[in-house]
Structures are given as structure tokens and as C-alpha cells.
């Protein structure tokens, strides 16, 4: 450990306490999340408008792709420890990932296909087998680098460098959220630009070209600071043989399962017969790790419900901001902001004060609080739902129609529906009514998904005698016959002018729409060209606009935020502390496994999910986690802390006197021998592991 200590100091400069090699690594992280996170922003609407494909195909392959980002840490993490080192792997599989990107932009470039050049792609095909080779090549190369970069990182930090340890994961994590506030603004704004050799269209290609270039400077800016790391070597196939030696010891458990073998304290000790017991402690390290990560992929089910649930959410909510008018999905990039203030808040005032205080805060506790954040977030986000639901529409039951009763006469008139009282209603107005009995089929008119949440429905009724024609500066609606309706139009929200013509004679009615809101116009008999024709049309909300305030999602995202920065920025820094110095980049993958099966879940809650009330189903989340987290902290308790690194140095201590002590004496029993070292190495270990949750 010394030896390495003094090359990890040798190799870089110190500044302020940190070796100088740090701020490599975390531009590279920048730079990597920015690429990632950007490409991803626009992918959705890639498929959707480039490659024409429908809403379904295109989330079901976006999701796919988010969750194989997930799973390719495990190889990317094999590799590293078993073969090539982390430093090589993270060069290669960036050279990989940076052919993916560059493959994603040049996919999206129509021009290549457009023989004919109408602005369209001949060739569909093309388009689509690059970008899935592009995809494939962005996942492995995101997914493989991802576990090795960040122990990579932690590698660089000597044995009494906890303090600056846990700080470099806090910086490694504000790098992670910089990057992606960053490029989840930017790369949309450079999709909507108009480029093209031959026709002008959205510019795909310089929406994933700058994330190309983002990862090709990510490499450069990585290889610069070379000369000055620490890489530890890797030692063999580690992971080949972790798995042959807990299949032994699963087969030598088996073969001894008679009450006659004296019992040992834990099943891996069956393999000490034929392995090395340094690498059964390191397996039994690993394990008891993953073991403790079973329950955590609930969090992420929760966290991940953020770009679906609650954005669909805030598609029933007013996003007026003043001078601001936020996109549902604009909401989200709430979660990197808050990240950025949160962590230096927590570092340096939260964690600080409660140390203070006289409390041990372990890594264990704050992922225990940052679960349980999470689930006040959701609990937060029903009550957010029980306010929307109140301005909803009333839409009718499948036994139910709905009827809008309209009065286009100068008089009033008295109306009769089967199974109801008679109404009284008087002349130009609209009464809206939902029926019993089932008179007309059951039908509903209902404006669900956004395709811009900055659009709204009307459509007018002409209760004149005469035709009219209804346009805007920008549009026009068409004609419209004597009592009678037009379809349905959409047009941008806020302040519309229309103008109203017949013949040559028109005025014009203003009004004002509010976000998610529709309407219907009524054109009264009574208007009169050429005058003021304002109150001559009765404006009937089809449905209300959105009432409820975006910014009421704020308390939600604050929760689930101070969740993730307890929860996640801990379980980083916790995978690689608690990893034996052979396994850390595997560890690190483990941890981004619970997050790949946290998306898968949200995949399935999707499909399964039949839960009526949206906020029920924000309950039910919220309790799901509630009953996860007691199950962890269960088993958080009986966790004990190891430092992998005093264990490893005192096997090793114990082996080189074995060698010496067997030199002496040869021909000693080697059944003797083994079962004096498991006494000796429980003893060792049970020394290390002392300290609890
Ligand atoms: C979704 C945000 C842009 C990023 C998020 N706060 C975050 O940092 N992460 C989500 C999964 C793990 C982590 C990451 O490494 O991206």
C-alpha cells in the first residue's frame, strides 16, 4: 500500500490536497454526460420525425437503449478489471463511443439518401441500420467507460484520502448533472435550426454532431492527463475466476452436505480447499455488497418516473413563468439545477452540522433518508394530482353521453330529455349536459399528448343565416355553411385575433387561450358586419384550460433531488470504498445495475399498471418504497463497514508468512494447514469489519 501511495504521488501533482490527475478525469465526465445526455434529449423526436416512426416503436426503442446503457457497465467493467486495466478500457470504449455519435449524425443527414431532393430520404433503410449500429456503439461505449471512470477516479485518492475521496464523488456527480443541464438545453435548440445541402430541414445531424464533438474532446482531454495517473494493473481474469470458485464452493457444499463435515461459518469457505483465501475474502466482500443492493432498485423506479409520469403530469399544468413559458418536459432539467445546489449545500453546511451534532450519518443511513425523500417527493406529487383533478373535466362513464345543448334561435326554448326535468334555455347560449340514458353512442371528444404542448383546440358554430369565414394572420379556417360547425383547429396559445368575413364584410374577435384549453365559438344571429363583433360570439370552454401552477411540481423535484443527492452521490462513493481493490469498477457496474433494473421497472409498472387515480398510484409508489427502505435499513443494520484495503494487506502478510512457515516445515499436513488458515482468516477478517450501519 505504501508502494502504492508513493506512486500515486510520484505520478501527479498535488493541488490543495488533490492529486492534479482529478480534474482530467472530471472534465472528462463533463464532457462524456453532455455527449450522452444531449444525444438522448433528441432521440425521442429523431425517430419520431426523421425516421418516421410511429409513438410506440420510437419509445419502446428509446427505453430499450436507455436500459442497455445500464447493463453494458458490467462488461465494460470485466474487461477493465480482468484484462486491459480501467485506463485502456475507458480509451477504447471511448473510441467506440465516439464512432457511435459520429455514426448518429451522419445517419441523421438527409441529403445523402435524397436523390431526388424533396427534403425526405430515399433510402430509408440507410438511416435506420447506421443509427442502430450507432445506438449499439453509444450504449457499449457509455455503459463500458462509465464503472471504470469513476473507480478509475477513486483510484487516485491513497489510503488516508477518505475526506478527499468522498468530496472528488461529490464533484464527479456535479459533472454528471453540469453536462447534462447543459446539452439537455442546448441540443434541442440546435435540432430545431434548418440545415441541409439540397433542402432545408431540422438539423438532426448538428444535434448529435456537437455531442460527437463533446466526446471526441472527452478522449483528448482524458489522454492529456496520462502521464499523471495512477492505473493500477489488472489482475487476471478476476471475474472467470470469482465464478469458478463460488461454483466450487457451491459443489464442495453440496458434496459435503452430511451432518458428519463440521459446518463453517460461511458457505464461500467451502472453496478454501482449492482457492486462494484472499480471493475468498474478496468474493465474500463483493457479495455481502451486492446482497445489500437488492432492495435499491426501487429507488430508481421512483426517480426515473420523472421523465414519464410526472411530465405527462405537468402537461396539465399551466407553465406560465412570466417572462418564461416552460414545456412539460422543460421541467425536468429542475432535477440537474437543484443537483448543482444541493451537493455543495449538503457537503459543506448539511453533513457538517449533523456531525456536529454528535450523529454518526454512515453512507447507509443517507441512502436510507434519501429513500425515504424520494417517496415524500411522490407523496408530493398526489397531492399535486388531487389539486389537477378537481379542474378536470367531467368526462362522461361508458354508460354516460355527454351532450351540448346549443340554442342558435333569437328566443328561448324549453327542452325535454327522456328520464330528465325539462329545461328552460334561453336564446344563444349553450348548456352543457351529461345524460344517463343513452341517447346518441357514447362518445367523447378528448385532446390527450402533447405534441406541442403550446397548441390549443376551437372550433366555431355559425348560428347566421349566411356563411362565414374565419381566419387568422396566419391561417385560414375556411368556410363555414349556415348552422353549421367546422372541425376542430388548433392554434398557439395566448392572445388570437380571428376575423370573421361575409362577402366582402368582416370584423374581427379577439380572445385569449389558456394552456391545455379548448373551445367552441358560438356565432350569434344577432352579429353585424362591420361593427365590433366581440360580443356577438360566445366563447363555451370545451375544456378549462390548466389551472393548476406548474411551479407546484417544485416541492417534488426538491424531495426526489435531496433524495438522489443522499441516495446516489452515496452509493457511488459506498461501491468503491467497500470493493476489494480487484473488483471496483465490477462493484461500480453493480451499482449501475440497480438503476438499468429501476428503468426496467418503470417499463413494466407502464404496461401493467391499471390503477384508476393517477394519485393512487403515486400512493401505492411511495408506500412500495416506504416498505423497501425498512427492508434496507433491516438489512443496512446488520452491515458491517470493511476496509477492503487493510484486509487484502493482512492476507497477503498471513500467505507470505504461510510460504515461509511451510519453507521450514515441510511435509505438513495439508488438511491441517487449511483448516489452521480459516481460523486464522475469519480472524483476520472479523478484525477488519467493525464497524456497523
Ligand atoms: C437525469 C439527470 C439529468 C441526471 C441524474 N441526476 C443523474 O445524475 N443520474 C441519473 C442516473 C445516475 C446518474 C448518472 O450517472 O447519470
Redesign the pocket.
Known amino acids: 500500500q505504501e508502494w502504492e501511495d508513493g506512486q500515486r504521488k510520484g505520478k501527479s501533482k498535488v493541488v490543495c490536497g488533490y492529486p492534479l490527475s482529478i480534474f482530467f478525469i472530471v472534465v472528462n465526465e463533463f464532457c462524456e454526460?453532455f455527449s450522452y445526455?444531449g444525444m438522448r434529449a433528441v432521440l425521442v423526436l429523431y425517430f419520431k420525425y426523421f425516421l418516421r416512426w410511429d409513438d410506440d416503436l420510437a419509445t419502446s426503442i428509446y427505453h430499450t437503449f436507455v436500459a442497455l446503457c445500464y447493463l453494458t457497465p458490467i462488461l465494460g467493467a470485466i474487461v477493465a478489471d480482468s484484462w486491459l486495466g480501467k485506463f485502456k478500457t475507458i480509451i477504447y470504449l471511448s473510441i467506440v463511443y465516439a464512432v457511435g455519435q459520429v455514426a448518429m449524425a451522419v445517419s441523421a443527414i438527409h441529403d445523402i439518401t435524397d436523390s431526388d431532393r424533396d427534403g425526405t430520404p430515399d433510402s430509408m433503410t440507410f438511416h435506420i441500420v447506421l443509427s442502430m449500429v450507432g445506438l449499439f456503439l453509444i450504449a457499449l461505449g457509455t455503459g463500458g467507460i462509465k464503472p471504470c471512470v469513476a473507480a478509475f477516479g477513486g483510484d487516485q485518492f491513497g489510503e488516508h484520502q477518505d475526506r478527499q475521496r468522498r468530496t472528488f464523488f461529490s464533484v464527479f456527480?456535479l459533472c454528471?448533472?453540469g453536462g447534462?443541464l447543459l446539452s439537455t438545453i442546448i441540443t434541442p435548440v440546435l435540432r430545431a435550426q434548418e440545415c441541409g445541402i439540397y433542402s432545408k430541414q431540422k438539423c438532426y445531424s448538428l444535434a448529435f454532431g456537437v455531442p460527437a464533438a463533446l466526446m471526441v474532446v472527452a478522449l483528448v482531454v482524458f489522454i492529456i492527463g496520462s502521464g499523471m495517473y495512477y492505473k493500477a494493473e489488472p489482475q487476471g481474469n478476476i471475474m472467470l475466476d470469482v465464478c469458478k470458485c463460488i461454483g466450487f464452493a457451491i459443489k464442495n457444499r453440496y458434496r459435503h452436505r452430511s451432518k458428519q463435515y463440521p459446518k463453517r461459518q460461511h458457505w464461500m469457505d467451502w472453496a478454501e480447499e482449492k482457492y486462494d483465501k484472499l480471493l475468498i475474502a474478496q468474493i465474500k466482500m463483493v457479495l455481502k455488497v451486492l446482497f445489500l443492493y437488492i432492495p435499491l432498485p426501487m429507488f430508481w423506479t421512483l426517480f426515473d418516473q420523472k421523465g414519464s409520469r410526472w411530465t405527462l403530469q405537468a402537461t396539465t399544468m399551466d407553465g406560465n413563468f412570466g417572462a418564461l413559458v416552460i414545456q412539460p418536459d422543460q421541467m425536468q432539467t429542475v432535477?440537474?439545477i437543484l443537483?448543482l445546489t444541493l451537493v455543495p449545500i449538503m457537503d459543506s453546511l448539511i453533513y457538517p452540522l449533523i456531525k456536529k451534532c454528535g450523529l454518526n450519518f454512515t453512507p447507509l443511513k443517507r441512502m436510507t433518508v434519501g429513500m425515504l425523500l424520494a417517496a415524500i417527493a411522490f407523496v408530493c406529487a398526489a397531492l399535486v394530482q388531487i389539486q389537477i383533478d378537481k379542474t378536470l373535466p367531467t368526462f362522461p362513464s361508458t354508460s354516460q353521453s355527454q351532450l351540448k345543448l346549443l340554442n342558435m334561435g333569437s328566443n328561448s326554448v324549453t327542452v325535454k330529455l327522456p328520464g330528465n326535468d325539462a329545461l328552460i334555455l334561453p336564446a344563444a347560449q349553450v348548456y352543457p349536459f351529461i345524460n344517463n340514458s343513452e341517447i346518441v353512442e357514447n362518445q367523447a371528444i378528448t385532446f390527450v399528448g402533447f405534441t406541442d404542448y403550446f397548441l390549443v383546440y376551437f372550433r366555431f358554430v355559425n348560428g347566421m343565416k349566411t356563411a362565414v369565414n374565419v381566419s387568422t394572420a396566419a391561417a385560414d379556417f375556411g368556410l363555414i355553411e349556415p348552422f353549421y360547425y367546422s372541425n376542430y383547429s388548433q392554434i398557439k396559445n395566448g392572445k388570437a385575433t380571428f376575423t370573421l368575413r361575409s362577402g366582402s364584410q368582416s370584423c374581427e374577435y379577439s380572445t385569449n387561450f389558456g394552456f391545455g384549453s379548448s373551445y367552441t365559438f358560438f356565432i350569434h344571429s344577432t352579429l353585424v358586419f362591420g361593427s365590433n363583433c366581440q360580443d356577438s360570439v360566445t366563447a363555451v370552454e370545451d375544456i378549462k384550460p390548466n389551472s393548476v401552477h406548474m411551479a407546484l411540481q417544485i416541492p417534488q423535484y426538491f424531495f426526489i433531488t435531496a433524495g438522489?443527492v443522499m441516495f446516489?452521490v452515496t452509493g457511488l462513493e459506498f461501491s468503491y470504498s467497500q470493493a476489494p481493490s480487484n473488483m471496483k469498477a465490477v462493484l461500480q457496474a453493480g451499482w449501475l445495475f440497480t438503476?438499468a433494473i429501476g428503468n426496467f421497472i418503470v417499463l413494466i409498472v407502464a404496461e401493467l399498471a391499471k390503477i384508476p387515480k393517477q394519485w393512487a398510484e403515486y400512493v401505492l409508489f411511495a408506500s412500495l418504497l416506504v416498505a423497501v427502505c425498512v427492508i434496507f435499513s433491516i438489512m443496512a443494520y446488520f452491515y458491517t463497514y470493511i476496509d477492503p484495503t487493510e484486509i487484502e494487506a493482512q492476507f497477503k502478510k498471513k500467505i507470505n508468512e504461510d510460504d515461509e512457515d511451510d519453507k521450514s516445515k515441510p511435509g505438513k499436513a495439508e488438511v491441517e494447514m487449511v483448516k489452521r488458515d480459516s481460523i486464522k482468516c475469519h480472524d483476520e477478517y472479523d478484525k477488519a469489519t467493525q464497524t456497523k450501519m
Do not use: A, D, K, L
Open positions: 454526460r445526455y456527480y454528471i448533472n447534462s432535477n440537474p443537483i438522489e446516489s438503476v
